[in-house]
């Protein structure tokens, strides 16, 4: 069984737009970060980004991931383990 889903994008039917409202913004950048990750996307898009937009990414949301999860969050919503 898969560990990692992306359901939001296939159920989603909202509005997709930005500075409406909270809650239109949190599903627009679920959807959109579903779609970003899409394999089919990334497999591309990934080989075009220079070095620095591959560090601005990365480095985005390893900053995110630690203002806003606790380590054992990290593990088991990020990385999916069992780390205690």
């Not at 089919?40 to 990365?58: A, Y």
Request: aromatic share 10%; glycine share 4%.
């Amino acid at each position: 069984m898969a560990k990692h889903s992306h359901n939001h994008v296939e159920t989603y039917d909202g509005l997709i737009g930005f500075g409406l409202d909270r809650e239109t913004d949190e599903n627009t950048i679920i959807y959109y970060l579903q779609k970003f990750s899409d394999d089919t996307l990334m497999g591309e898009l990934v080989k075009r980004l220079t070095d620095d937009e591959l560090d601005e990414i990365f480095s985005l949301l390893t900053r995110l991931l630690k203002k806003h999860l606790k380590d054992s969050e990290y593990h088991a919503l990020f990385l999916k383990d069992d780390h205690p």
